[in-house]
Each structure stands twice: as C-alpha cells, then as structure tokens.
C-alpha cells in the first residue's frame, strides 16, 4: 500500500513526472567535441546513428523516465552551401527517424541558419542555431506551473538555462544536469540539485566505437 505522501504526489504530478529534456543542438556538438578529444575523426551523418538509450540506462538508472523529449532546430537550404544544407538536412531525418524508434519526441524549435562571416580577410559561412534554448526553458516552467513534472533532466550546457532551473527550484521541482565530463557547465552545476556527467568512453560505445 502506498504511503499518503506517496499518493499525493501521484496525484499532484500525474504519470509525466519525471522528464528528460535534450538540447539536441548543443548535444550533437558535444559529442563532436568528445571525438575531437579523443583524435577520432566522423562525419555527422555516423553522429545521427547515436543510441542514446545506450547512455541514459549507465548515467540514470535510477531513474524511471517517463518522458524524454529532444529539441531540434529547423535547417534550411542555403544555395551558397548547397552540399553542407543537403548533408545536415538528410542528417537531422536520420536522426529524427533513429531517437523515434528510442522512443524519444522529436521536436522542432528555434532554427538552424547559414551566416557570413569574414575571418582574416576571408568569407565564409557558418550555421547558427536560434531559439532551442528558449523553447526548452517555456516547456520547463510550464509544465512545473502545471505540476506535471517532478524531476526535470536537461541535458544542455546552456547557461541561459540557470534561470529557469532556478524557478523551478522554487516550485519544488527536482533539477539534474546531465551534461559532458568533458568540459562541463559549472553554472548548471552550481545551480541544480544533482549532476550526472558522461564519460567520454560511454559516448564511443554509444556510437560502437571502441
């Protein structure tokens, strides 16, 4: 039989109540810093391949997630870099289709767009993502202000993120980093309860990498 206190937050929080939120931007950039790291060279198409279920049952076995959402930008097709808009575009599909099967939702927010930029003389562009942050950090603050979340794990390195962790703090909701051992954000781990890091040698397994 359950305890009240058990009930009441059954009752409160509903069945969503813990939920995992990934900056999906900041999180594939990640791992590409990681193979840097290490001296191995993959293609971001090898990237989309990752099974990060694979890493959530090491890093949070003890917890029963019942949500786990993953936040894109939307890409679109730059003439100028036709081949690299074509190569990110099939790349994101890929992955879509891959974390869906992992049972994650795949959400478009913000957006990914090429910029010129002139870097010693040079002219070049770059693509910057707009927005995931912002998305993340509404859905965060909502679903607390609607007491359907217990714990929320995010996993970015944003610290753009530190206010909403820290409203939700104040709403009693539970807040855990999960972020790289490699370079890890010390805002989000000075501000939220608990920190959960990966290994660089869990991220090479995640990709069959030995």
């Not at 099967?101 to 795949?106: R, T, V, Y």
């Not at 930029?117 to 609607?146: N, P, Q, S």
């Not at 807040?175 to 959960?196: M, S």
Request: a positive charge.
């Amino acid at each position: 039989m359950r305890k009240p206190d058990e009930v009441f937050l059954l009752y409160t929080y509903g069945m969503e109540n813990i939920v995992l939120f990934i900056d999906g931007e900041n999180f594939l950039h990640k791992v590409e810093d990681v193979f840097r790291k290490e001296k191995i060279n993959i293609k971001k198409g090898e990237i989309a391949k990752i099974n990060i279920n694979f890493l959530l049952n090491i890093a949070l076995e003890k917890y029963k997630i019942t949500r786990k959402i993953f936040y894109a930008a939307k890409l679109h097709y730059n003439p100028k870099t036709k081949d690299k808009s074509l190569e990110l575009i099939l790349s994101q599909r890929y992955l879509k289709s891959n974390l869906q099967k992992q049972g994650f939702e795949f959400l478009i927010a913000g957006n990914v767009r090429g910029q010129e930029v002139t870097v010693d003389g040079k002219t070049k562009i770059i693509f910057r993502e707009k927005g995931v942050d912002v998305k993340i950090a509404v859905d965060l603050v909502a679903m607390a202000a609607d007491k359907k979340i217990k714990t929320a794990i995010i996993c970015s390195s944003d610290s753009d993120l530190q206010p909403a962790v820290q409203e939700l703090r104040t709403r009693g909701v539970e807040v855990v980093y999960l972020g790289f051992g490699f370079q890890p954000n010390k805002g989000l781990i000075y501000t939220t309860n608990e920190t959960i890091l990966f290994r660089n040698a869990e991220i090479l397994k995640a990709l069959n990498i030995k």
